[in-house]
């Protein structure tokens, strides 16, 4: 079983176009969201799918389990979606030993930039980039769970010039 220890925050500014080294387009829909658990169906683009359970409450940690699916299998099960489908293009940028995942969302969450980093414990303590703004970690609201099961929150939209 693999543990996800994560930190996330809102993106300030567009400092971190400098220093991508991928990207990748992200469909991604909940077939079940509880507040312990969810299923989720992801698509990278247009290639590849992958179903992610995931379990726990945790503000850093939850148990993830993570599994390669045909694509076309992850599309009809997409359309079983409950509340809206997340559309972004994921970004990585490299900083001071860590990978940052930055997501920039488009439709209805479009102007939400956030970044992720992944960290092997709970202890470690990544130098935080300039670009970064305020943290959200443990803010269910910033969620990709929430955001595409829950009511349309446009006030959540940290809108930056792209």
């Known amino acids: 079983m693999a ?28 077939v079940t969201a509880e507040p312990d658990r969810s299923v989720r169906i992801r698509t990278r683009n247009d290639e590849t799918a992958q179903l992610t359970i995931k379990f726990g409450t945790g503000l850093l940690t939850r148990d993830e389990f993570e599994y390669d699916i045909p694509h076309e299998d992850a599309l009809e099960m997409i359309e079983f979606a409950t509340g809206n489908v997340i559309e972004k293009t994921r970004y990585t940028v490299d900083f001071k030993g860590f990978t940052w995942e930055i997501d920039v969302f488009e439709g209805a969450y479009r102007g939400l930039v956030i970044a992720e980093v ?36 446009p006030e959540l939209v940290h809108a930056i010039s792209h």
């Open 3 to 30: 543990k996800e220890i994560e930190r996330k925050f809102l993106v300030r500014n567009d400092g971190w176009k400098a220093g991508v080294t991928s990207r990748t387009r992200i469909r991604q829909a909940y």
């Open 118 to 153: 992944e960290m092997a414990s709970e202890e470690d303590e990544p130098l935080l980039p300039a670009w970064l703004g305020q943290e959200v970690t443990g803010d269910k609201r910033y969620s990709n769970q929430a955001l595409a099961t829950q009511r349309l929150r």
